[in-house]
């Protein structure tokens, strides 16, 4: 059987370590001769590098290991990058958030300005990591999870349209776990759905199950209630998030939404639950980043990973069938974020949506989703326009551009906002943005 090889992209990430502990876990799905970890930070990847470098020779003896900053050593010889850079770190998403909250605006990683801000950051990173990928492995697969998801897929269709990427999000994997939670099913694999929309911003408008009944229907007198809250353990922010989804899914009852709408649709209330000196970043920094990094650091000096309290990342399962389907041709059904191309009928050909698509050797097949209705169609054009727009700005170092997408963000109230936010961002973003005309 063949053994593949795989490179982490991003390999300081804090999620590195669950991807390693569950790539090991499926080794009998999905087995593999190299890990790589490439980053460019070569002092942030060290820090999980070396317990990596202990949890496989414990684990796995047999694949070889490397963790590296040069890009052909990171590159060279693999079948899949797996990549989830953040370009600049947790350090630019604090002030992503902390920025648009000065003016009374929703501070969030991927939705509104602060979305913006990192789309125009993570473009550059992520078409650096394809151009190696590409140079060094030109018949490798990227399955690419960096964020923001939706301008990084609109920048790879328009600057790299015949490459092999495949982006994906995590967010409805997550959302189906608790459907399936919330009516007693065992795995969200029980379940078949049919889905619409943009990355972070998009709705259910079937679900059955493998006999073809229909969960619709005790799905959504569950989440008219909860909610996609089902009693698990997450933290306070995101506890927040799957409890105020019931809110969101009161404007079109016959749907169940993607929790992220809930920025666009109540901005304020999520202005108002925000503490402006101590958002998401923080709680990440002082909690995922905090809880991983120590642990990896005690690992090493332990050298050994007995008694360990990483886990595989289960939640991340979708990369390992990602990749399966692509390596095995197994014709998964998977949500994928890919050029339109007519899978939601009455909708812009070249936006790129988030639709269910088959996976198989050759990549993916979109399936269709017929037409949509207004109140979504609105929605998701003008949305998709400020994707583009944020990728033409990039493309055209154009400020008219990206301040035309800040506009057009159903979460900026209006230009002379939007324009105060935007410079406020260009003045912190220097090194990383081009510069604008
Ligand atoms: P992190 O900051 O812990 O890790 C990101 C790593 O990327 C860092 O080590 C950083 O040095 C590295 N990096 C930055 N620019 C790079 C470049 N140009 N080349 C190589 N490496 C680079 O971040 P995290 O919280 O672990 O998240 C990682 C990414 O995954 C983010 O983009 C996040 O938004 C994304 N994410 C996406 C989903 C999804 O559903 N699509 C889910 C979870 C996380
Ligand atoms: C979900 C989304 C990701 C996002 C993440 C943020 O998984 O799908 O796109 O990056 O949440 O989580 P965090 O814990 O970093 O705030
Ligand atoms: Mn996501």
Redesign the pocket.
């Known amino acids: 059987m063949k053994k593949f090889s795989v490179t982490i992209?991003?390999?300081?990430?804090?999620?590195t370590p669950g991807i390693v502990l569950l790539l090991l876990n499926n080794l009998d799905k999905f087995p593999l001769s190299n890990i790589k970890l490439?980053?460019?930070?070569e002092e942030?990847?060290k820090i999980v590098a070396d317990a990596c470098e202990i949890i496989i020779k414990e684990k796995a003896p047999e694949i070889n290991f490397v963790a590296t900053t040069d890009p052909e050593l990171g590159f060279t010889d693999i079948d899949f990058v797996m990549a989830?850079?953040?370009?600049g770190?947790?350090a630019m998403r604090e002030l992503d958030e902390k920025i648009p909250l000065k003016y009374g605006v929703v501070g969030q990683?991927t939705c509104g300005p602060g979305g913006i801000a990192y789309g125009m950051r993570s473009i550059g990173?992520v078409l650096?990591?394809l151009n190696y990928m590409e140079k060094y492995s030109p018949n490798a697969w990227m399955l690419n999870?960096?964020?923001p998801?939706a301008i990084v897929a609109e920048a790879t269709r328009r600057l790299h349209p015949n490459s092999k990427i495949l982006n994906?999000?995590?967010?409805p994997i997550g959302i189906e776990s608790r459907m399936a939670k919330a009516i007693g099913l065992k795995s969200r694999k029980e379940m078949n759905v049919r889905y619409y929309g943009l990355n972070h911003f998009g709705w259910w408008t079937d679900i059955r199950d493998n006999e073809g009944n229909n969960l619709m229907p005790k799905i959504i007198e569950y989440v008219k209630e909860n909610g996609y809250d089902v009693g698990e353990h997450s933290d306070g922010s995101w506890q927040h998030t799957f409890q105020v989804a019931k809110d969101v899914q009161a404007l079109d009852p016959e749907t169940l939404p993607n929790t992220y709408l809930k920025y666009y649709f109540y901005p304020n209330q999520e202005v108002k639950h925000t503490d402006p000196n101590y958002t998401r970043a923080n709680m990440?920094m002082d909690g995922r980043?905090k809880q991983v990094f120590s642990e990896c650091k005690r690992i090493v000096e332990a050298g050994t990973i007995e008694g360990t309290t990483l886990k595989a990342g289960d939640h991340a399962s979708y990369i390992v069938d990602l990749a399966r389907a692509i390596a095995y041709n197994t014709h998964e059904r998977m949500l994928l974020i890919v050029e339109n191309k007519g899978a939601i009928n009455n909708f812009d050909e070249t936006a790129m949506v988030e639709v269910p698509c088959i996976v198989g050797s050759g990549g993916y097949e979109p399936l269709t989703q017929g037409n949509i209705p207004l109140f979504q169609k609105g929605l998701m054009e003008q949305q998709v326009a400020v994707e583009k727009l944020v990728v033409e700005a990039w493309i055209e170092h154009s400020y008219q551009k990206l301040w035309q997408a800040l506009i057009l963000s159903r979460t900026v109230p209006n230009a002379d906002v939007a324009k105060q936010i935007l410079d406020e961002l260009i003045e912190v973003n220097k090194g990383f943005w081009p510069e604008l005309n």
Do not use: F, L
Not at 168 to 171: L, S
């Open positions: 992209a991003g390999g300081g990430s804090t999620y490439y980053d460019n930070d942030r990847q989830h850079i953040r370009v770190k947790y990683e990173g650096e990591i999870y960096s964020n998801a994906i999000c995590d967010m990440v980043e």
